[in-house]
């Protein structure tokens, strides 16, 4: 068995005899998530019934920092009273 392989499952077993509630998909969802965040932004976990229903990102841009490349087609948006 190689070293690398070794080293992941002694990680995956800790990761299982640490964590009671989240198992170990969940837990690459959320490193996912928190990857996929730009500059600013927040992860929530929604819990239905004592189980992990949910995994909200919200992206945010700083308006006093940020340009036109920032938020891409933002103008071309139709905001919810226009429609």
């Given amino acids: 068995m190689s070293e690398e392989l070794q080293t992941a499952k002694k990680v995956q077993l800790s990761l299982n005899s640490i964590c009671a509630f989240l198992n170990q998909h969940q837990i690459k969802m959320i490193d ?3 990857t996929s965040l730009g500059k600013f932004g927040e992860v929530r976990l929604v819990v239905e019934k004592g189980v992990l229903r949910y995994i909200v990102t919200q992206n945010s841009i700083d308006a006093l920092k940020c340009s ?3 938020f891409g087609d933002w103008d071309n948006r139709k905001h919810s009273s226009e429609r």
């Fill in 68 to 70: 036109q490349d920032d």
């Fill in 32 to 34: 996912a998530a928190l």
